[in-house]
C-alpha cells in the first residue's frame, strides 16, 4: 500500500486498498471464460467487427479466432495475438477503442510493450529479455498508468433503462492507477473496472458515504458471496449478496452492514448484478 500511498500522496492524500478474490465459477461448478475473451468480444462488438471480419484481418480461421472469445480461460491472451487484434480494432467504435485497451487483454500497456515487455501464451508478462533483467525507467513507470474511469451511478439510474457500470456514459473522471499495482492484487482487465462513490448509509461501517470503491464489472456472479453493485428493480445499490442454497427459483439475499435496514430477498433472475466491488478508498 505503501507504494500507491507515495504515487498519489500529493494528489489525493487517500491510500487504496484492495481485496484479494477469488476466480469466479458458475452455478455448474465450471470455471468461466476469462475477463481476457469476455473484454475481446466486447471490444470486437464495440468495433462493430464480425467474428469472420476480425478472423481475415489477422489471418486466422473464425473457429480458431471465436475459440479466443468463448472458450479462453488463461487470464491473458497471447501477445502476438494482441499485437495482431491492436492493428484491428484501434481507432473504431465509441469511444474509440486505444491501444492499452486492446494490449490489456495480453497484460501489458502500450509503454510497457514498447518498452521490451514479452509475454508467454497466458502468463504474466516479465520486464526481461535473455538473463539480465531490465530494470524499469522512471519514464516507464510514470506511463505505465490504466486508466480507470469514475461514474456517476446516479446518472445512470436514469432514462428508464436498467443501469450497467460497463456504460461510460456516466463518466465523471478518470483516474490513473499504477499497472503493476492493479496486476498484482487482481487479474481482472483493466477495461473492466469502474470506481464509484457510495451513496447512502445502508453500508455503515464497512462502506461509508462519499467513499470511492473499485468495482470488477466482469464478476457478476454471487457466488462466492460479497459485495456487488446491483440493481434490486428499484435502484442501484451497494450490498453484500448471498445465493439462498437449493432455491427453486434461485433467489439472493440483500444484506447490508448497516443492522437499521432490513434483509431481503429477490429471485436472481430480478436482480441485475452490475459487479463485484473488490476494493475501496480509505481516508488516512
Not at 487504496?16 to 477469488?22: A, D, K, P
Not at 436482480?271 to 475501496?280: A, D
Amino acid at each position: 500500500m505503501a507504494i500507491l500511498y507515495d504515487f498519489f500522496a500529493n494528489l489525493v492524500n487517500e491510500i487504496f486498498v484492495l481485496h484479494r478474490t477469488s476466480t469466479s465459477y458458475n452455478m455448474a461448478g465450471m470455471a468461466e471464460t476469462s475477463a481476457a475473451a469476455r473484454n475481446l468480444k466486447r471490444l470486437r462488438e464495440r468495433s462493430g467487427l464480425s467474428v469472420r471480419e476480425v478472423a481475415a484481418a489477422i489471418e486466422r480461421p473464425a473457429s480458431t479466432y471465436a475459440s479466443y472469445e468463448d472458450k479462453y480461460r488463461k487470464p491473458y491472451l497471447p501477445l502476438e495475438l494482441a499485437k495482431q487484434l491492436e492493428a484491428v480494432l484501434v481507432g473504431r467504435g465509441a469511444p474509440a477503442i486505444t491501444s492499452n485497451d486492446v494490449l490489456a487483454l495480453a497484460g501489458v500497456t502500450r509503454a510497457l510493450f514498447a518498452g521490451e515487455t514479452a509475454a508467454a501464451d497466458g502468463e504474466r508478462p516479465a520486464l526481461e529479455r535473455g538473463p539480465q533483467r531490465r530494470r524499469p525507467r522512471a519514464a516507464d513507470t510514470a506511463a505505465a498508468l490504466a486508466p480507470i474511469p469514475e461514474l456517476d451511478v446516479r446518472a445512470l439510474a436514469g432514462g428508464g433503462a436498467i443501469p450497467d457500470l460497463a456504460d461510460p456514459q456516466a463518466m465523471v473522471a478518470e483516474w490513473q492507477i499504477p499497472f503493476d499495482f492493479l496486476r498484482s492484487h487482481t487479474p481482472a482487465a483493466p477495461a473492466s473496472l469502474r470506481i464509484i462513490r457510495v451513496h447512502g448509509d445502508s453500508m455503515v461501517p464497512d462502506f461509508r458515504p462519499g467513499e470511492r470503491v473499485l468495482v470488477n464489472t466482469d464478476d457478476r456472479l454471487p457466488s462466492p458471496p460479497g459485495v456487488f453493485i446491483v440493481w434490486d428493480g428499484f435502484g442501484l445499490v451497494i450490498k453484500r449478496l448471498e445465493v439462498i442454497p437449493y432455491s427453486e427459483p434461485a433467489t439472493v439475499r440483500l444484506i447490508s452492514a448497516n443492522a437499521d435496514y432490513a434483509v431481503y430477498e429477490r429471485p436472481l433472475e430480478d436482480v441485475t448484478v452490475n459487479g463485484r466491488v473488490i476494493g475501496r478508498w480509505q481516508w488516512t
